[in-house]
């Protein structure tokens, strides 16, 4: 193929002489010789010529199916795992902030100061997992000398309220529309804490499966032990956010 | 306006080439451009045959809800699929995301434009109300398909696509249940004298839900214990009070049908 390209390359390149002014018309230059001066010049590997070319198998001829080429978002870098202490804390902050905006959407039908209990509430729950629950993890599966390290396990938590907090904020303007407009406050309570539960599953998902990714390098029955204790921080995060819930909104439940 | 016709071709041909744009950012403007118009006109043409059913005044008014209801929909939705997608490990940026949303809804539109002479000739040869918000039904369900098609294609074949497009279709289902019920009514009875452009707020669809589900297990509200006791000491169902059902079950309903059938 790359011989005939060539070819086609220079017969193209070549172009009639303009008029002679003298009678010696100039001579038109061999396209095989041309060809082989391209060849030494480029250094093109002597080849079988194109016709002589086996036929490629379908699946070797047919373009390989390409993935979309995605440009970075900066919810990518809000989920990144690395980085250093100032940038966790600043994607521990966003996360925060995130779920903060679900909290004053759910304070949208009451209004005034319910906005900002709201808007404090919501996140505490995701904090208080953050701080009381992951220091447990990580105590317990370093009994069992799990190689997780004390950074590994902080991006995890990291990630995890950033998860939260991004989801949340993008299912705050459905919450807002329902807590809003529907007639009974029990209907509003159970739309708001429709979404509680998503965002907070869908972090504590992510929390979840990065500790798993750390532990990969494990041994079997450390795995084993870390997959145990893994659904027990599930269900101590479950029952800690809920009971955060119940007890700061109103909405749901709380004081 | 070549450019459009041509966007919105590969909208109704190419949904894997429009999903693909939509990821790399290519050629975007004619697509969104393309995909609102068909929104705006696909919407507003099929809701103006759904006002058909009564007619007059409701034609107009059908022809502005209904886009109103998708687009309303549609804003409250995509905050919802960026932040979905990026967590289940598709973190795109948030103009992908309203490309990929626009360019299903505006497919979807199209196959509503498409389903609307069908459903005003069925209105025409007298299909009853029930019938009618069936059939209506069934168009949007189709359109939504339509739109499914699109997103399953950018969402790929990685990690969690199913589990990212249900959770899509959860989300829409909710924001487009919520607008479409603050914006009733659609579908009017021929037989409603003052049709008005929006209905009073009745509850919202969190409310229907909450209500239906305690009464599927036998818990009645005050106000529906009242309708039940008073349709049981009426003899006749077309004596029941219209204002007793919301959207629910009317025995006026066959009776009118009936009716409009025989002026035929």
Known sequence: ???????????????????????????????????????????????????????????????????PRVRPSWARDLLALDGDAKALARRTAFGVGLAAIYGAALGAREGGLALLTHALGVPAALVAVGLVGLPSLYIVLALFDAPLSTERAAGAAVRGIASSGLVLAGLAPLAALYVVSSASAEAAGIAGTLGLILGGLLGLRHLVMTLREALEQADSATRVVATIAQLGFGLFAILLGWRVWTGLLPLVGGA | MGTDTSAIALLLRNPREVARRCLEEEKLRPLALASLAAVGLGAAVFGAVVGSFRGSEQILYGAVKVPIALLGALVICIPAFHAIAASLGRPWPLRTVIALTMAAAGRAALVLLATAPVLWLAFDLGLGYHASALAATGAYGLAGLAALGVLLRGLGRGKHSMTTALAFVAVFLAAGGQTGWILRPYLVRPQTEDVPFLRSVEGGFADAVYRSTRSSVGIYDRAEREVIQSSRELSEPWEQPMESFDDGYDAQDDYYDDARRSRR
Do not use: F, K
């Open chain 1, 1 to 67: 193929m790359v011989v005939m390209e060539a070819t086609a390359s220079l017969a193209e390149q070549w172009e009639p002489a303009p008029p002679p002014a003298t009678h010696n018309p100039p001579e038109r230059p061999d396209v095989g010789e041309l060809l082989a001066r391209t060849r030494r010049e480029e250094e093109i590997p002597e080849g079988p010529e194109p016709d002589d070319d086996p036929p490629l198998p379908p699946a070797a001829i047919a373009p390989a199916p390409e993935e």
